[in-house]
């Protein structure tokens, strides 16, 4: 199951995104009865878009650069609740203060499949309900 997001975050000397985003993702796939290996949930992370926005200094001299990142969020067949674990792993990025600042979630597998899903039902409905209409005009 894909998922994409994009994200915004301040990136110091400190900061190591990557490892902040498998340990987020573990402790909501843990949350949710899931156990994976630490290769498998850092496979699970794919970095696909890097953009360097501002720099700036603060009062203590401390340098950040504002980073954009998109990435791919593969979730494997056998994860129990997917849709609550991208719930919760987006969640506690946005609930972080530091570093993260911003986060937008743009493709989601299961999301597309309940689209698809409720326009079939939708059509296969839709000439019940025609002569009523057809009556009514």
Not at 44 to 65: C, E
Request: glycine fraction near 2%; aromatic fraction near 8%; charge should be negative.
């Amino acid at each position: 199951m894909i998922f994409e997001f994009v994200m915004v975050y301040q990136q110091d000397p400190d900061t190591d995104i990557r490892q902040i985003l498998i340990d987020t993702l573990t402790t909501s796939l843990q949350d949710n009865y899931d156990e994976f290996e630490t290769d498998t949930v850092e496979q699970m992370i794919i970095f696909q878009t890097q953009r360097i926005a501002n720099q700036s200094t603060n009062q203590d001299g401390n340098t950040t650069q504002t980073i954009i990142l998109g990435f791919t969020l593969d979730l494997p067949e056998e994860v129990n609740e997917a849709q609550t674990v991208v719930e919760e792993f987006a969640k506690a990025l946005t609930e972080k203060t530091t570093p993260i600042s911003h986060i937008v979630k743009f493709e989601d597998s299961l999301l597309q499949a309940d689209l698809a899903r409720w326009s079939a039902e939708i059509f296969a409905i839709e000439p019940m309900f025609q002569p009523c209409l057809m009556g009514i005009l």
